[in-house]
């Protein structure tokens, strides 16, 4: 019996040092309580298939196959509820229990009052694979992402800006008044 | 006379048929057909050469035909299974980089405020 659960333990470790998708069972028990769900397990073989069905004429597809070319598994989970406290702060932190694993570390928190947004980004950095979690949760809705392997931040946030999801306005910085607009360039003409 | 006309009308001498003769002819005629031949003796009339290609083209149709449909069917149910990957994959994509997106201008947008300050 010790022997199994030693075994057990070294199996567990084993996978999680190897890199593999952290563990988003137990959110199936949401399901049932959202309004809306999106689960999405591409592991291996599903996303190589995927992967080779994206078109190179797209330029965004081209970018996604780009992107997902070094990947071994995709999995999202996303719920959308219609009253808030539908699901409890225990979910997440189950999650985030998986992230504090050694090889993992917390690149971006952000926590905002103003929307009661929750989001966190996790990188795993050593070890042969790699790999990415996302977490963002707010009051009526938890999303989140696990990538196994190496991935481009920059292409992905761009890819993100890009497909479909309008690039959200940035507080670009007001010009002051003491600020003179420029000329528009003039041709050298000698 | 020649020996050969000699020749000739001894083959062509007329002569009698023995006397059982009539009888054997009836016997034969009242006599039942043959049985008709089984399934194995009209294979084997089949695979007599001038209907062999034939024979050989229909076995070869027969088996082409069935594994072709197999390969189709196959291969359409792949590309339906590559296709809802495909969808997949732009869809997790999608919602990775949009939260990551998200993530990035709010700390962009908090630096700026910082900034500003």
């Known amino acids: ?190 | 006379m020649s020996y050969l006309e000699d020749d000739l009308k001894m083959a062509l001498q007329r002569t009698e048929p023995s006397e059982d003769f009539v009888g054997r002819v009836l016997a034969r005629v009242k006599q039942p057909p043959p049985p008709e031949p089984g399934w194995w003796k009209r294979l084997t009339v089949l695979l007599r050469p001038p209907r062999l290609q034939w024979v050989a083209a229909c076995i070869i149709l027969s088996v082409v035909i069935p594994v072709s449909g197999v390969q189709y069917r196959k291969e359409q149910r792949m590309r339906a299974e590559g296709e809802k990957a495909k969808e997949q994959l732009m869809f997790a994509v999608r919602v990775a980089g949009s939260r990551l997106h998200r993530v990035r201008q709010k700390v962009l947008k908090m630096g700026r405020m910082e900034t500003r300050l």
């Not at chain 1, 190589?48 to 992107?67: C, E, I, N, W, Y």
């Open chain 1, 1 to 190: 019996m010790k022997i199994l659960r030693i075994l057990t333990i070294c199996i567990l470790a084993g996978a999680l040092g190897r890199g593999q998708a952290i563990d988003l069972k137990h959110l199936d028990r949401l399901v049932a309580k959202a309004s809306e769900t999106a689960d999405v397990t591409l592991d291996g073989s599903l996303l190589k298939l995927g992967a080779k069905f994206l078109s190179a004429d797209d330029p965004d597809q081209a970018k996604v196959r780009k992107l997902v070319a070094g990947l071994k598994g995709i999995y999202v989970r996303t719920f959308t509820f219609e009253n808030e406290g539908e699901y409890s702060e225990s979910d997440v932190v189950s999650i985030r229990k998986q992230l504090e694993s050694p090889g993992w570390s917390r690149i971006v928190g952000v926590r905002s009052k103003k929307d009661k947004e929750n989001a966190e980004v996790y990188l795993k950095t050593d070890g042969p694979d790699g790999g990415l979690a996302i977490i963002c949760a707010n009051p009526k809705e938890l999303t989140v992402v696990s990538i196994v392997g190496k991935i481009n931040l920059d292409e992905l946030s761009e890819l993100g800006g890009k497909l479909g999801v309008p690039e959200m306005d940035l507080e670009k910085p007001k010009p002051s008044g003491l600020e003179k607009p420029k000329p528009p360039n003039k041709k050298d003409d000698d």
